[in-house]
């Protein structure tokens, strides 16, 4: 039977209903509001008896009372909600109380409708009318639910108890979000520990990514890490921003190749903001619906530790970088540099710096404008960029001055690098509004024993003097006019020599 206020909304089938209250005349009321509808209506006189009921009896919609003994309605609903077989019924809640708590628990119970006792009048139909249109009465078949009722409520308090402890978890996370490595590292350990699963990933953007962490508890290949990475679906080009923790679990299978199975993958987020994701591989055995509600409770509650992650990310690259560039500012290369000669020297290994600056870049002003400056000076830093490996580093020294480190690396190859930035910066063509051609000239130098990190620069910046004398756009390597003066001498002796015997030509 149609309502008055609302006719057609709801399918012509009986719905059955469920109304639960330990007020007999409450009850009534409710019962009467909705035989106006055509239901098939059960009463229960406490939560226990609702949930007794539902061992023998499929209902489509539950009108519950929230203060109740033993079992309230809060919990009855959260016992339906936590219940995958009646997960879909709908509920809803009244409340005769004005406690502030009541209501912020009847608001947050996971209820469809949450309305007060004294506005049941007016707005239970609307309410239900609004609750049940388009739905289609349940199968009248016997749920799959077991254990008593104390039970049940019990094991859905445990695994909301579970659920607050595990975001609980999540949120202490935030004494990490200053450093991205370890932040990734504790998200992985904490994930590691709820989701039974053997490959763990996490994908994180903002200004320092995207970077990826990987925690393997299946097979890896130790000898060949990149056809693991491969596996798990890590682009070639982010290799580089990878971390792995490998902790093998023989429950997982052994051997020597990486067996992904099938992904499950989550996004981290703030509002409609992708930062991230978090994603599970199966291995030879498919996730369960309990490891992927995890994954989904972590990634859910990531998302405003990643923001902060980033937004801390962000200030730290202000004091690190050049704002017109986007690249390492002087004092964050110097340190830099004192870092990988440190680095260079414990592991025996070469390191060279190559000063670039732009040849007639005060021209290019005065011709073109400081804004047409800037755009080259953009130009020049994305170049260097994009052609350096992802292990040296580029840095706006000062003015239209450019330093690159060259890490592990010889001064042979150095000076073939120097040369090929070089000419590949002499043949990029400008927008319109700037100069068709520009070039570098650059000093190079190598690390030797006993040299600092400024004289390393110092070197590198006589040698530039000396490529701009030498008429620009060319590469000088530090040291190599002394070797070639000391020549000379060497060669003077004899000369003169041979100039008194034979006399002048």
Not at 28 to 44: D, M, N, P
Not at 263 to 270: H, K, R
């Amino acid at each position: 039977m149609p309502s008055e206020t609302g006719q057609g909304k709801i399918a012509s089938e009986a719905f059955r209903v469920l109304v639960v209250d330990d007020s007999p005349s409450i009850r009534s009321r409710v019962v009467q509001k909705l035989e106006t509808l055509g239901f098939h209506i059960t009463e229960a006189g406490s939560g226990e008896e609702a949930l007794a009921l539902t061992l023998e009896h499929t209902f489509d919609l539950v009108v519950s009372d929230i203060e109740m003994d033993a079992i309230t309605g809060v919990q009855l609903c959260r016992v339906f909600r936590g219940d995958p077989g009646m997960a879909d019924i709908a509920f809803i809640l009244l409340t005769a109380a004005s406690e502030t708590k009541t209501r912020f628990w009847g608001r947050n119970a996971g209820a469809d409708a949450y309305l007060a006792k004294e506005d049941m009048d007016e707005k239970l139909l609307p309410a239900i009318e609004e609750i049940m249109a388009g739905r289609k009465p349940r199968l009248s078949m016997r749920p799959e639910v077991t254990g008593t009722p104390l039970e049940r409520v019990s094991a859905v308090l445990d695994h909301h108890l579970f659920d607050v402890v595990v975001q609980s978890e999540v949120r202490r996370l935030m004494d990490y979000v200053h450093d991205r490595h370890e932040f990734s590292e504790k998200v992985l350990e904490l994930a590691g520990e709820v989701v039974g699963c053997p490959y763990l990933v996490l994908q994180l953007l903002g200004p320092g990514g995207p970077t990826y962490t990987i925690r393997a508890r299946g097979p890896w290949p130790e000898d060949t890490p990149t056809a693991g990475l491969a596996a798990l679906g890590i682009p070639e080009k982010s290799i580089g921003a990878t971390q792995t923790t490998v902790n093998p679990d023989p429950k997982y299978g052994t051997g020597p190749h990486v067996v992904a199975g099938r992904s499950y993958s989550c996004n981290i987020g703030v509002r409609d903001e992708t930062l991230g994701t978090l994603q599970v591989f199966g291995g030879a055995n498919v996730c369960s619906a309990a490891d992927l509600r995890c994954l989904e409770l972590i990634a859910d509650a990531l998302g405003i530790l990643v923001k902060s992650l980033f937004l801390v990310e962000e200030t730290q690259l202000l004091a690190l970088t050049d704002g017109l560039t986007g690249l390492y500012n002087r004092r964050h290369a110097g340190k830099r540099l004192e870092e990988e000669i440190a680095r260079a020297r414990r592991n025996n290994t070469g390191l060279c710096v190559a000063m670039c600056d732009v040849d007639h870049f005060k021209a290019i002003n005065d011709e073109y404008g400081h804004a047409a400056g800037d755009q080259v000076l953009q130009h020049i830093a994305k170049s260097l960029t994009e052609y350096v490996r992802r292990n040296d580093i580029v840095s706006r020294w000062g003015g239209e001055e450019f330093l690159v480190i060259f890490s592990e690396i010889k001064l042979a190859a150095a000076r073939i690098v120097a040369e090929r930035l070089r000419g590949r910066l002499a043949t990029s063509a400008q927008g319109q509004d700037g100069p068709k051609q520009i070039s570098v000239s650059v000093g190079l130098a190598m690390l030797r024993p006993g040299v600092t990190g400024d004289a390393l620069v110092e070197q590198a910046d006589q040698a530039l003097y000396r490529a701009k004398a030498r008429g620009r756009n060319r590469v000088e390597v530090a040291g190599e006019e002394r070797r070639a003066m000391t020549s000379v001498r060497a060669l003077q002796p004899a000369a003169e020599s041979e100039h008194k015997q034979t006399g002048p030509k």
